[in-house]
């Protein structure tokens, strides 16, 4: 994967919902990784998720995240059904799997609400925790 910035963090559906909901150290962090040129991923399972969460109430809040210059958009390749479904049986829900799986191939952190979600990946060393 190329992407015109360097990868920072990955969110997760609950940073994606918190943001939504305006969360201020979601809106912080984006904003710092913005200003240092830096990427945020949203894999598109935790999109889904969030969606169906929030429903499209915010639908507005939500198509400021995904325009946002630091923010990219991440679908699953086809090839990496493996390593997803290995991380599924990890994490117990496919957003996670999706998120910690390019987590892991990025070098970088999950940002979520819930760190016992990836506890079972990298010994719980994967997540920033959501903090309002």
Same mark, same amino acid.
């Given at each position: ?45 935790? @999109? *889904? ?5 929030? +429903?499209?109430? /915010?639908?507005?809040?939500?198509? %400021? #995240? ?17 390593? @997803? *479904? ?5 994490? +117990?829900?496919? /957003?996670?799997?999706?998120?910690? %799986? #390019? ?28 903090? /309002?």
């Amino acid at each position: 994967m190329t992407l015109p910035r360097d990868v920072c963090l990955v969110f997760d559906t609950t940073a994606i919902t918190s943001w939504v909901r305006g969360s201020i150290a979601v809106g912080e962090t984006l904003a710092e990784i913005a200003d240092d040129n830096g990427a945020v991923l949203i894999p598109l399972w935790c @999109l *889904v998720e969030a969606g169906h969460d929030i +429903g499209m109430i /915010d639908r507005e809040r939500l198509d %400021l #995240l995904l325009a946002h210059a630091a923010t990219f958009l991440i679908v699953d390749d086809g090839e990496d059904w493996e390593m @997803l *479904v290995g991380m599924r049986a990890l994490t +117990g829900r496919h /957003d996670c799997a999706a998120a910690a %799986l #390019l987590a892991v191939e990025m070098n970088v952190d999950v940002m979520t609400r819930h760190p016992d979600w990836y506890q079972s990946v990298r010994n719980g060393q994967l997540t920033l925790l959501i903090e /309002d």
